[in-house]
């Protein structure tokens, strides 16, 4: 962020010698200005690319129309106007549920704003009808509160704060919820625990 600027929520403008832009998601076309898409990177401190993996140095590392070699960043972004750069989520967790974009740690606010919730975590579950389906897990503060209750009064607690389709459509209470070594929720974990719920229903789904 330069000295003597502040825009809220951006995570500011290029160092000098870099370059930086969003292309539409799958693409190399570059996109309006306000538009969300997938960050690239362009400058002398990019890598090379991935030691022995030539196949994800090929996906991460592409050359645009401009015959230069774009890092993609897999991170949803915009640029303003002024070339300010607003990160969004990474492109991995977004959830696509009925042609909608649905941001994880939006629906996770929303939760933890509730007084009863101590613990929460989104994910998109695959769906025949909605290609994905919004799933939320919560970790109570008062474990004897799990009922259905409970369930609709957080399902109501979303639908007044958030757009109908980033709504969980399910609701899940956990004791406690996986942690990565750094001690973050691991929300990878918990979409292979229903994918393999799933299979083990006979629905299986493509990634």
Request: proline share 6%; charged share 30%.
């Amino acid at each position: 962020m330069p000295l003597g600027e502040y825009r809220e929520g951006s995570i500011g403008i290029p160092f000098p010698d870099m370059m930086m832009k969003i292309v539409e998601l799958g693409t190399t076309k570059e996109a309006p200005i306000g538009q969300e898409g997938e960050l690239c990177v362009y400058g002398p401190a990019i890598m090379l690319g991935y030691l022995n993996k030539p196949e994800e140095t090929t996906k991460t590392l592409k050359k645009h129309e401009d015959e230069k070699i774009w890092l993609h960043t897999g991170d949803i972004a915009l640029m303003d106007e002024d070339g300010f750069f607003y990160f969004k989520i990474r492109l991995k967790r977004m959830i696509k549920s009925s042609g909608f974009n649905v941001y994880p740690a939006q629906v996770e606010d929303v939760l933890y704003k509730h007084p009863d919730v101590l613990e929460a975590c989104v994910i998109g579950v695959p769906d025949e009808k909605q290609i994905q389906k919004v799933k939320a897990f919560v970790v109570l503060k008062d474990p004897n509160k799990e009922n259905q209750e409970m369930i609709d009064k957080l399902t109501t607690h979303c639908h007044e704060n958030l757009i109908k389709w980033s709504c969980p459509r399910e609701i899940e209470f956990s004791k406690q919820l996986p942690k990565t070594l750094v001690g973050k929720i691991d929300f990878k974990q918990l979409e292979e625990l229903e994918k393999e719920r799933l299979k083990a229903a006979g629905k299986n789904f493509s990634e």
